[in-house]
């Protein structure tokens, strides 16, 4: 009797995603939510600093998605290849029987999907050989076209000349290099598939909503600066 392993498809996985992160507090969309997550992610992977800034975008990416607006974050731990692959897991973590992680790459990190349709990242310096050097999370790339509509963007590649330009706005800013993340601000144009708008999440901060640049000029320094005690490795966070 033959044997066959599970269907996976996109529309399947974005509806896992979907469900785990709209489930009890998690359907918070708040800056330092997410923002809370992206700390403890850089902690999980023992970075001793991290960065965290607004980017208005880069207007002149070939990538859509890199031209709206972006939260930026930086840290300086290291990047393997089974980060690269856990990275891309959904829900999963690659350090699950590590005690002093707690999400790694797994779910923690993926709740950036509350904001973002996809996110890039640079792998940094303190990689390992043979990582590539920048990449893209789409949740919606397929194969099958039957699976979910398509959109202008979703097989369009992060681009090394993109990369660059990435790299150029994190030295302008004044970041120190390291693993970057790059989450675009979810925009209605980001979500336009079949003639339809089909989002992960139903929340367009990315359109005209200034109220995450309103947190940044806040008391966000000073919440950020209450998770320091609680945390094992990260030392210092830097905002811009």
Known sequence: ?????AIHTARGDINNIRNTLLEGQQHQTSLMFILKEIVQNADDCKATRLGIAWSGGLPEAEHPLLR???????NDG??????AKSIRAIGLS????????????????KTVFLICEAFF?????HADKGVEPGSILNL??????????????????????????????RQRIGLADGFTLWVPLRCREHCQRGGHTAPIIENYPGDGNHRFL???QG????????LLPLLKHVQTVDLY
């Open 1 to 5: 009797m033959p044997n066959f392993g």
């Open 68 to 74: 709206s607006p972006a939260i930026l974050a930086v």
């Open 78 to 83: 290291p990047f393997s290849k089974r980060d």
């Open 94 to 109: 690659s350090k699950e029987n590590d005690s002093s992680a707690v999400g790694k790459f797994g779910l923690g990190l």
């Open 121 to 125: 990242y640079l792998t940094g310096p």
């Open 140 to 169: 919606w790339f397929t194969e099958n076209e039957d699976d979910v509509p398509a959109s202008e963007w979703d097989k369009l590649d992060f681009t090394k000349s993109d990369q660059a330009k990435l790299q150029a706005e």
């Open 214 to 216: 309103e947190e940044f």
């Open 219 to 226: 008391d966000l320094a000073k919440e950020l600066a209450n």
